[in-house]
């Protein structure tokens, strides 16, 4: 079965600096990895994914992620962090069997941005 | 296009009475997924419907079900509810099960057990 680390449950940064979000997942064959931001009372907003190719993937508002198999990590990155980019983000790992699909999800890393 | 639609969005019970939730899809998407997500637990995966079958369920007891309607509208059902079953329910759909297409989340209904 698949599974999905974040070691970091809390992080601040201050406005303008870079992120750096951690993800691990163990999963047998070659993963599809997400990585989805909640804003508070909201739904979940995919801001990329991965499912070969391109280690390094683009995704919205600026973020971008880069996958290592040898270190089975996707972490998430931004070089510039604004004051909106404060909210709770969520990898995940999809199993896809059969055609069954079904996601799971990290623990979730809550970021704080100060002014 | 309008979003992935779930109603209602907040809902208070009594332990040992039943709710059911609902969830429209975006038009045209036929895949539904539902999620429960507490402080504790984290996300987790309830199941999954395809043109009215459910296609997986997660590991959860028997008292979370759901269906799937011809128009692709989905509804859970939770009975005999605990105080633990107090969560945000999400939903999510897509226009296939596939991995590589993408699931797009409502905002949920915050269910609380009193």
């Known amino acids: 079965a698949q599974s999905v680390t974040q070691p970091d449950i809390h992080i601040t940064v201050s406005e303008g600096a870079s992120l750096e979000l951690r993800c691990n997942y163990s999963y047998g064959a070659t993963p599809y990895l997400f990585w989805y931001v909640q804003s508070p009372g909201q739904g979940l907003q995919l801001l990329l994914k991965y499912f070969s190719g391109d280690t390094l993937v683009q995704g919205i508002k600026g973020f971008e992620a880069e996958f290592k198999r040898s270190q089975s990590s996707f972490n998430l990155r931004k070089p510039s962090v604004h004051w909106s980019d404060a909210a709770e983000y969520f990898c995940?790992?999809?199993?896809?069997?059969?055609?069954?699909?079904?996601?799971?999800f990290g623990s979730g890393t809550r970021l704080q941005v100060q002014p | 296009k309008a979003g992935v639609t779930q109603t209602p969005r907040y809902l208070i019970k009594t332990r040992g009475q039943q709710v059911t939730l609902s969830c429209s899809p975006i038009?045209?998407?036929?895949?539904v997924s539902w999620y429960q997500q507490t402080p504790g637990q984290g996300l987790q995966f309830l199941f999954e419907?395809?043109?009215?079958?459910?296609?997986n369920k997660g590991n959860f007891p028997g008292r979370f079900s759901g269906r799937q309607f011809s128009n692709s509208r989905s509804e859970m059902n939770v009975s005999t509810l605990e105080l633990g079953d107090s969560a945000l329910y999400l939903c999510a759909s897509s226009s296939g099960t596939g991995m590589n297409t993408e699931a797009f989340f409502g905002q949920g209904t915050r269910l609380t057990v009193v």
């Open positions: 995940a790992v999809g199993a896809e069997d059969m055609g069954r699909r079904a996601l799971t």
């Open positions: 419907y395809f043109s009215e079958t459910q296609r």
């Open positions: 038009s045209g998407h036929r895949s």
